[in-house]
């Protein structure tokens, strides 16, 4: 099955499952595809937006069944980010560079430091299983977009590499 975007010649835009893109090309010949709004049968293809995946499919994989939506693991390498991180710092207007080393330090005294568990430690407080505190750490995109979907309250912070 695949699902395509369509849009009828008035310009509505709706989504539709066809069983391969033959059936699709045969069905839109004969007309026989519908606008979802307002019936019009001259529909073209839109231009797809990018779907995520579906959250659950790793536990047939043999993974823990009762895992939260897993995010894929993160791939990133660290040490591109950490250069490019340094890259940014050191275009970084030095008033501004200070205040967030300000803000880094105040994090660091108040917060607890869970590393790469951030995500990890941010749901369990989110879900009771830990104790309400603030925490710091590092997460990948992937992830701060699984939490933030969940409903769970986070800021971001360029973290500076100290020392330059
Ligand atoms: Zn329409």
């Known amino acids: 099955m695949i699902l395509y975007r369509l849009r009828c010649a008035k310009g509505h835009e709706f989504e539709s499952w066809f069983k391969d893109s033959k059936t ?10 519908g606008c979802a709004v307002c019936g019009d049968t ?3 293809r839109a231009l797809m937006t990018p779907r995520l995946g579906t959250k659950g499919n790793k536990a047939k994989t043999g993974g823990p069944v ?30 501004l560079r200070e205040a967030l080393l300000k803000v880094q330090t105040e994090v660091e005294k108040n917060c607890e430091h869970v590393g790469d568990r951030f995500a990890e430690e941010a749901r369990k407080i989110h ?14 995109e992937e992830e701060a977009e699984a939490l933030a979907e969940e409903g769970i309250e986070f800021g971001r912070l360029p ?3 100290r020392g330059n």
């Open 127 to 140: 879900y009771g299983e830990s104790d309400k505190r603030g925490i710091y750490g590092q997460t990948s």
């Open 159 to 161: 973290w500076i590499p």
């Open 42 to 44: 001259k529909v073209e």
């Open 24 to 33: 699709y090309e045969r069905q839109e010949k004969k007309s026989l595809i």
């Open 66 to 95: 009762e895992a939260p939506p897993a995010a894929p693991p993160p791939p990133p390498e660290p040490t591109a980010e950490r250069q490019q991180m340094a890259a940014l710092t050191r275009r970084m207007p030095k008033e």
